[in-house]
């Protein structure tokens, strides 16, 4: 039963990895494709830097996102182990 546990484990970590490692290659892929959209308009240096800006926005997004769910996600009130016990024994 634990080495089922166990593999299930594995499995669930080599698939989150492979889908970090994709998810890192896709923004990679955004960024060089976002690079050329500037670089139409813009120097490539400064086409470099829009680029890069435009990258840093998305993470700050990502990290305001993320603050913003895992703050809804901890609001619920958590009943104490007497309200528990209170509430099972009627």
Same mark, same amino acid.
Not at 14 to 32: E, K
Not at 50 to 71: N, P, R
């Given at each position: ?5 166990? @593999?299930? !484990? ?10 970090? +490692?994709?998810? +890192?290659?896709?923004?990679?892929? @955004? ?7 500037? &670089? +139409? ?8 830097? &829009?680029?890069?800006? +435009? ?27 007497? &309200? ?5 024994? !009627?």
């Amino acid at each position: 039963m634990f080495m089922s546990f166990l @593999l299930r !484990g594995v499995v669930v970590v080599a698939v989150v990895l492979a889908c970090a +490692t994709g998810l +890192t290659a896709a923004f990679g892929l @955004l960024v060089a494709a976002d690079y050329f959209a500037f &670089a +139409t308009i813009l120097s490539p240096v400064f086409a470099a830097l &829009a680029a890069a800006g +435009t990258a840093v926005l998305f993470c700050l997004l990502a990290i305001i996102i993320g603050k913003i769910v895992l703050g809804r996600m901890s609001s619920r009130p958590k009943r104490s182990m007497h &309200a528990r016990v209170a509430s099972v024994a !009627g």
